[in-house]
């Protein structure tokens, strides 16, 4: 793993002066709109795990205004398409996932895809004069995979290389081998916050002490570093406290940890828990022995849907007795207190008494974050 910059835990005093934002940037549709545009349509989005999708299987997902289909054929090539039937726009798949042994069928006139998105019937079509089943696919979505996280891009024209957005995220990771991971555990939770709130809750522990004092026995709140903002991710450290191997509800053993840490990682990654957000959707958040991601799906300004997925060793997950309760409860544990004070922050901005307040020397990542936002989807 590359050297992460490393900053002093007793930060300059900052000046009063930058500030939250408007609340209209959290509340209005149009605003929303024009993120979806700007930001979410420009950037690639992490769309799940490979394992997701078993071969003959689909998973559907909403992302923003796109109704999306992954698809994974017996031959185990997956793709991507928006799961909307090309005859009248039905949604084509409304199950959540399910089976796709060779054809996928819209269930209002029977018109039929192939698993690559062909058209392969359309009844009723025949006397159509110049009707060709080849001129109505269904639309593809640009698909790529980094170590088993899928990844799709929204927008026209060619994506970016998947490789140029990661931007070394790949490289500082590449020693927790994640396409080896298996997921142990998926959760989805509805939030009543707008998407950024949640980014922003993610990237600063001064709430840690009220709010997860599970985490704060592991894992002191400001030994947090913080990297500089980049074009495409946001990234932190924390270390852990002598005698705990990893964040779960069994730690502090102060003995044998539950789990192995995961093969190839150096000293300081054994010590450490990683914060890292892939703009706009993904938060990623290695452990010394298991991986968290949480993949966040925008649905209105003041609605975010966010599945999170536990990924463990193949070797871990095949020994006797295997339970990975511990850190997904821990880690379940402490999202139900992450997306409350979400929630309760969406409330306050909302409010008629809302104000940007002040932010403090220790929440420069979330000011860099808001101006990320602006950069791209223009100010208010
Ligand atoms: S809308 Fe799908 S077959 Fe008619
Ligand atoms: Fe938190």
């Given at each position: 793993m590359k050297a992460m910059v490393r900053h002093s835990n007793d930060r300059a005093p900052s000046d009063v002066g930058v500030t939250t934002l408007a609340a209209g940037y959290y509340t209005d549709p149009a605003y929303f709109a024009r993120e979806q545009e700007h930001i979410f349509r420009k950037h690639w989005l992490f769309a799940g795990?490979?394992?997701?999708?078993?071969?003959g299987s689909y998973v559907t997902r909403r992302l923003g205004d796109a109704q999306l289909l992954l698809v994974r054929d017996e031959a185990g090539v997956l793709r991507a398409f928006?799961?909307?039937?090309?005859?009248?726009?039905?949604?084509?798949?409304?199950?959540?996932h399910g089976p796709a042994r060779g054809h996928l069928q819209c269930?209002?006139?029977?018109?039929t895809y192939r698993?690559?998105?062909?058209?392969?019937r359309a009844p009723h079509?025949?006397?159509?004069?110049?009707?060709?089943?080849?001129?109505?696919p269904l639309l593809p979505v640009a698909l790529q995979v980094w170590a088993g996280n899928v990844f799709l891009y929204l927008g026209e024209g060619t994506p970016p290389p998947l490789s140029e957005y990661l931007d070394t995220v790949d490289t500082r990771f590449?020693?927790?081998?994640?396409?080896?991971l298996r997921t142990v555990a998926r959760r989805t939770y509805q939030l009543r916050a707008n998407w950024k709130l949640v980014i922003s809750n993610y990237h600063e522990c001064l709430h840690c002490p009220v709010a997860h004092p599970q985490l704060c026995k592991l894992s002191p709140y400001l030994s947090g570093d913080n990297e500089p903002m980049h074009p495409t991710w946001m990234g932190a450290s924390m270390e852990l406290l002598?005698?705990?191997?990893?964040?779960?509800?069994?730690?502090?053993?102060?003995?044998?940890?539950r789990r192995a840490p995961l093969?190839?990682?150096?000293e300081q990654a054994r010590r450490s828990v990683f914060y890292y957000a892939l703009l706009p959707s993904m938060l990623l958040n290695p452990h010394p022995d298991y991986v968290v991601t949480f993949q966040l799906r925008p649905l209105a300004a003041d609605r975010t849907e966010i599945e999170c997925h536990w990924l463990m060793h193949p070797d871990e997950i095949a020994?006797?007795?295997?339970?990975?309760s511990d850190a997904v409860e821990f880690w379940d544990l402490t999202n139900r207190q992450d997306w409350e004070l979400s929630d309760l922050a969406q409330a306050g901005i909302s409010s008629r008494g809302y104000r940007p307040g002040p932010y403090s020397n220790r929440e420069e990542l979330l000011a860099a974050f808001d101006r990320w936002v602006i950069e791209r989807a223009g100010a208010l």
């Amino acid at each position: 793993m590359k050297a992460m910059v490393r900053h002093s835990n007793d930060r300059a005093p900052s000046d009063v002066g930058v500030t939250t934002l408007a609340a209209g940037y959290y509340t209005d549709p149009a605003y929303f709109a024009r993120e979806q545009e700007h930001i979410f349509r420009k950037h690639w989005l992490f769309a799940g795990r490979h394992d997701d999708v078993p071969p003959g299987s689909y998973v559907t997902r909403r992302l923003g205004d796109a109704q999306l289909l992954l698809v994974r054929d017996e031959a185990g090539v997956l793709r991507a398409f928006h799961n909307v039937c090309r005859h009248r726009g039905t949604l084509l798949c409304s199950a959540e996932h399910g089976p796709a042994r060779g054809h996928l069928q819209c269930a209002y006139h029977a018109w039929t895809y192939r698993l690559d998105g062909a058209l392969h019937r359309a009844p009723h079509m025949e006397k159509v004069s110049g009707f060709r089943t080849e001129d109505w696919p269904l639309l593809p979505v640009a698909l790529q995979v980094w170590a088993g996280n899928v990844f799709l891009y929204l927008g026209e024209g060619t994506p970016p290389p998947l490789s140029e957005y990661l931007d070394t995220v790949d490289t500082r990771f590449a020693a927790w081998a994640m396409a080896e991971l298996r997921t142990v555990a998926r959760r989805t939770y509805q939030l009543r916050a707008n998407w950024k709130l949640v980014i922003s809750n993610y990237h600063e522990c001064l709430h840690c002490p009220v709010a997860h004092p599970q985490l704060c026995k592991l894992s002191p709140y400001l030994s947090g570093d913080n990297e500089p903002m980049h074009p495409t991710w946001m990234g932190a450290s924390m270390e852990l406290l002598p005698g705990c191997a990893t964040l779960s509800l069994s730690e502090p053993t102060a003995g044998a940890p539950r789990r192995a840490p995961l093969p190839g990682l150096d000293e300081q990654a054994r010590r450490s828990v990683f914060y890292y957000a892939l703009l706009p959707s993904m938060l990623l958040n290695p452990h010394p022995d298991y991986v968290v991601t949480f993949q966040l799906r925008p649905l209105a300004a003041d609605r975010t849907e966010i599945e999170c997925h536990w990924l463990m060793h193949p070797d871990e997950i095949a020994r006797p007795g295997f339970d990975p309760s511990d850190a997904v409860e821990f880690w379940d544990l402490t999202n139900r207190q992450d997306w409350e004070l979400s929630d309760l922050a969406q409330a306050g901005i909302s409010s008629r008494g809302y104000r940007p307040g002040p932010y403090s020397n220790r929440e420069e990542l979330l000011a860099a974050f808001d101006r990320w936002v602006i950069e791209r989807a223009g100010a208010l």
